[in-house]
C-alpha cells in the first residue's frame, strides 16, 4: 500500500478536528487536480476532466475517526470524556489516548480502570461502562495541574497509534482505517485518473463529520450535485467472531453494500457493479450492515442520487486498533477505477431505468 495510507491514519482527526488530515488532503488534491471544490464544515474534492459534458462522479471517503472531546477536569487532575462517534465504553478501558492541544503537542494519557484487585472483598462487580463513565489519567496532580500540563475543555482526544504490519506483511493494524482508507484511495485516484480520457466530470475527496450524523456529505453534495455517488469507506467484518455468508471476511475482496437500514442499494447500480465486478474477475462480497455510510445522506440530496458504498473489509473498526488486508485493497482498487470509467451518460441512464 501505498506510503499515504501510513501518513493519513496517524494523523489525528475527531468529528469537527479534521483539519490535519484536510490540510494533507489539500496539499495531495491541489497537485492532481484542476480545481477545488470546498465546503462551509470543510469537505473537500479535487476535480478531474472538469466542463465534461458527462456526469459528475463524486467519490468519497471520510477524513473522521471516532474519538473524544475533553468536557471537565475533577479536582485530582483526571480528564472528563464524551464520545465523538458510535462507541463502546468497555473497549476504550485502559488503553492509550492523546489529547491534542493548540500550543504544547499532545498529552498521553490512559484511560482509568479499576484493577481486579480493589473490587476484591467488595460488592462491587465489574458492569458495562459508558463511554462518558471512563476517565483519562494523563498523570496530574490536580485540576491545576492539568491546566498547566495544556489541557483545556473543548480539545480533542484520539486513540494512540500503533501502526503495525503482520507477519505475513499483508494485514495492517491501525487506528483510523475508518475512514482514511476512503481518503487514500481518493487521493490515489486523484494522482492516477488525472491524465485518464474519462467519460464523467469527477470530484474525489472527502467529507467531514460522517462519524456524527454523516453531516459532510449533505452539504459537499448539496455544492456539488452530483449524478453518481460513490463511498468508499471501512465496513466492519465479523468473521473473526464466527460471521455469516453477508458479514464480511477479511482477504475476500470488496463489500457489496445492498443493505443498511439507512439505504436499500438502488437495484440498478447493484446490477452495474456486479456485472463490472464478474466481466473483470475481480472479487467481491454481499454485505449486510446494521449502520450507515455517507451515501445514506447522499442518495436524498437534489432530487435524488444514484449511490453505492464500496466496502473495506475491516476488523474491529470503532476501537483504537482495527486490520485491513491488502489483497482488499487491491480488489478495492480495481473495482473503483473500473466503474470511474465506465460512468458515462448511456450507462447513468441505463442504471436508473433498472430500479
Not at 463511554?131 to 489519567?137: E, G, V
Not at 496530574?140 to 503482520?166: C, M, P, W, Y
Not at 456485472?275 to 475481480?282: F, K, L, R
Amino acid at each position: 500500500m501505498d506510503k499515504l495510507y501510513r501518513d493519513l491514519v496517524d494523523l489525528p482527526g475527531a468529528p469537527s478536528f479534521e483539519h490535519a488530515v484536510r490540510a494533507y488532503m489539500k496539499q495531495h488534491l491541489k497537485e492532481h487536480t484542476e480545481e477545488l471544490i470546498e465546503d462551509r464544515l470543510g469537505s473537500i474534492f479535487g476535480v478531474i476532466n472538469k466542463g465534461s459534458k458527462g456526469p459528475k462522479v463524486m467519490i468519497a471517503g471520510h477524513m473522521d475517526e471516532v474519538g473524544a472531546i475533553v468536557t471537565g477536569i475533577t479536582k485530582t487532575g483526571l480528564i472528563k470524556m464524551s464520545n465523538l462517534g458510535g462507541v463502546h465504553g468497555n473497549v476504550y478501558l485502559s488503553q492509550h489516548f492523546d489529547i491534542i492541544t493548540d500550543k504544547s503537542g499532545k498529552i498521553p494519557g490512559v484511560s482509568a480502570s479499576k484493577p481486579p484487585h480493589l473490587l476484591r472483598g467488595t460488592d462491587e462487580k465489574p458492569k458495562d461502562m459508558k463511554f462518558t463513565d471512563l476517565l483519562l489519567d494523563i498523570g496530574a496532580d490536580s485540576k491545576e495541574h492539568a491546566a498547566e500540563l495544556g489541557v483545556k475543555i473543548g480539545q480533542q482526544i484520539i486513540a494512540r497509534n500503533d501502526f503495525t504490519v503482520s507477519k505475513d506483511g499483508k494485514k495492517f493494524f491501525s487506528k483510523a482505517w475508518d475512514d482514511r482508507f476512503g481518503c487514500g484511495m481518493a487521493l490515489e485516484i486523484a494522482r492516477d485518473m488525472k491524465d485518464e480520457d474519462l467519460p464523467c466530470e469527477l470530484y474525489t475527496g472527502a467529507t467531514v463529520q460522517e462519524e456524527v450524523g454523516l453531516r459532510g456529505a449533505k452539504t459537499a453534495a448539496g455544492k456539488i450535485k452530483p449524478d453518481v455517488f460513490i463511498a468508499i469507506d471501512c465496513s466492519p467484518c465479523a468473521d473473526s467472531f464466527d460471521g455469516d455468508d453477508v458479514s464480511g471476511k477479511i482477504g475476500e475482496g470488496f463489500l457489496l453494500r445492498f443493505y443498511d437500514p439507512r439505504a436499500i442499494m438502488h437495484q440498478g447500480m447493484k446490477q452495474f457493479i456486479l456485472d463490472a465486478a464478474d466481466e473483470a474477475g475481480i472479487k467481491y462480497q454481499y454485505y449486510k450492515s446494521m449502520g450507515g455510510t455517507d451515501a445514506a445522506r447522499v442518495q436524498l440530496e437534489n432530487g435524488g442520487t444514484l449511490v453505492a458504498t464500496i466496502g473495506m473489509p475491516a476488523r474491529y473498526i470503532h476501537s483504537t486498533t482495527s486490520m485491513i488486508s491488502s489483497d482488499d485493497y487491491h480488489e478495492v482498487k480495481k473495482i473503483v477505477y473500473k466503474i470511474i470509467k465506465m460512468l458515462d451518460w448511456e450507462t447513468v441512464n441505463t442504471i436508473k431505468q433498472n430500479v
